[in-house]
């Protein structure tokens, strides 16, 4: 599949639209990986479907397995930087997050010196901050 014929000329994370702000390390016919560093997280990783779809709801089959034998290996491109942990995920619609509307899964290194060490991803849902009225 050629990734022109599903591009997004409007999505800053379809990459030939040269919008990025990280280093792309990696690519194949499916998948970008890049490696970012913003705020307060270095090493970062964000993995983007080649394919311009909104969510990960749309991923098919053969996406899905690509990534599955594709995360060991950005896996280890983070492991070189010896974090203490991980973070891996999605943030789906404006709501859950989600700024640029191209699926892309989120791999952050955790470090045991971080003041939010231990916090979650479900940290916020379990705040009282953050309880629905």
Known sequence: MSYTSVMNSDCSFCLPNDNLWGNVVYEDDLWWYMEWSQGS?????????????ETPFEINEEEWLALHKLLPKFKSLIDAHNPDGYN?????LPIGG???MHAHLHLLPRYADEPLAG???RAHIKSESNKRQ
């Open 88 to 92: 891996l995920g999605w943030n789906i």
């Open 41 to 53: 997280i270095d090493n970062a990783g964000m993995i983007i479907t080649k394919r311009h779809i």
């Open 119 to 121: 916090k979650g991803i």
């Open 98 to 100: 989600q700024n640029v």
